[in-house]
Structure formats: C-alpha cells, structure tokens
C-alpha cells in the first residue's frame, strides 16, 4: 500500500514538473526518435548488453528539450552463490528526460541530460540442478533509476532530420529474492541487493515533424 502511495505521489510530483514546460513549448514542435547503444554495468557478474529504445520529443523554449524513451537491454548474468545465480536478465525502463541543447539553431549542438525512470526487471533462470522435492527461482524487483550525461546533436537537415550521441550513467539499486520451494520443509525466501548501475552509449535518429 505505501509503495502504491509513493508511486502516485511521484507521479502527481512529475505532472506538476511538466505542466509549465509544457506552457512554453514551441508550437508544432514534436519529434521522435530511435536508438541504438549497449549498456555496461558495474557489477562484474551482470555482462553488457545491447540497448534499444523509441521515444518521442518536445522542443521547448531557450534550448530546452523534453523527451519520452522506452527503452529495452537483454544481460547474461554469470553465477553468484550470494546474488543472482547463472541467467539472463531483461531491463525494461521507461524514461522521462530533460534535456538542454546549448546551440539549439546550430548545425552542431552539444547538450547536457538528466531525468528518472521506472524499470521493469525480468530474469529468467537457467536450468539449475535439484532434488525432486525442491524447486528454486528467483526474481529482481521492479522500481525506480535516474540517469545523467551529455551528448552531441548533429543536424543532417535543417529543421527536421538530425544524428545524435550521447554517454549516459544510469543509477538502480534494487532488490533481488530467491524462492525455494521444498515438499517437505515448505518455502523459503531470501532477499539480496542487486546492483544495476551502468554507463551507457546511445547512438539514433530523431526526427521533428
């Protein structure tokens, strides 16, 4: 119940965070755009993985850039007998990003980004050798990350078609529960830190109608 509060009381923060940007949005201008990158995190037994997202863009006033990105990475993970044991691990965030581009007119535009997210975490178990009696899973819990970095906008047309690259550190700290399920002792559960930090290089088109 206070986990279902907290979410709507952050979500109601965020609306309200929007609501004047939206107010100085420069008219008719919406944009999508597409990426691809690959993620390393931090933790040694969580391997890279490639990244992809779509989303779609606000131009606002003064350099400003709102955007939405659905993003998706697939990670092998190696075992950890105090962790997550041997699978594979799918992130699936979805982003709320602001961004500030500091030569919005120019053909070449660096620009700084910051935003939050909520990722939902699905790992997959591989096969791991029990008893009859006893059956083993795990699961990382969903919740929210916020990210960080700086990228570089080349226009390829004018006002419409543009290339960009970005270096993004995304921050996700969560948690992790294995559930054994034993016949004849019942089931057991216990919970674990699960570090998903990691850098980030996004590569994409976006395109602004």
């Known amino acids: 119940m206070k986990a279902g509060m907290g979410r709507i009381w952050l979500l109601s923060l965020f609306l309200f965070w929007?609501?004047?940007?939206?107010?100085?949005?420069?008219?008719?201008?919406?944009?999508?755009?597409?990426?691809?990158?690959?993620?390393?995190?931090?933790?040694?037994?969580?391997?890279?993985?490639?990244?992809?997202?779509?989303?779609?863009?606000?131009?606002?006033?003064?350099?400003?850039?709102?955007?939405?990105?659905?993003?998706?990475?697939?990670?092998?993970?190696?075992?950890?007998?105090?962790?997550?044991?041997?699978?594979?691990?799918?992130?699936?965030?979805?982003?709320?990003?602001?961004?500030?581009?500091?030569?919005?007119?120019?053909?070449?535009?660096?620009?700084?980004?910051?935003?939050?997210?909520?990722?939902?975490?699905?790992?997959?178990?591989?096969?791991?050798?029990?008893?009859?009696?006893?059956?083993?899973?795990?699961k990382v819990e969903d919740g929210w990350a916020w990210l960080g970095g700086a990228g570089l906008e080349i226009r390829l047309n004018r006002e419409k078609l543009s290339f960009f690259g970005e270096a993004v550190y995304m921050s996700r700290q969560t948690t992790g529960t294995t559930i054994i399920d034993d016949l004849n002792l019942g089931r057991r559960e216990k919970t674990f830190d699960v570090d998903l930090k990691a850098w980030q290089i996004h590569l994409g088109l976006r395109y602004f109608y």
């Open 18 to 138: 929007l609501s004047p940007l939206l107010l100085v949005a420069q008219q008719g201008r919406f944009g999508l755009h597409g990426t691809l990158g690959y993620a390393v995190p931090q933790t040694e037994t969580i391997g890279g993985g490639v990244l992809s997202s779509v989303g779609f863009d606000l131009k606002l006033k003064y350099g400003w850039r709102l955007c939405f990105d659905f993003a998706l990475s697939q990670h092998h993970v190696e075992d950890n007998p105090q962790g997550l044991r041997e699978g594979n691990l799918t992130l699936t965030p979805f982003w709320g990003i602001l961004q500030y581009h500091f030569f919005p007119r120019g053909a070449f535009s660096p620009y700084l980004l910051g935003g939050a997210g909520y990722i939902f975490s699905r790992f997959q178990l591989q096969q791991l050798i029990t008893i009859p009696e006893v059956s083993f899973s795990q």
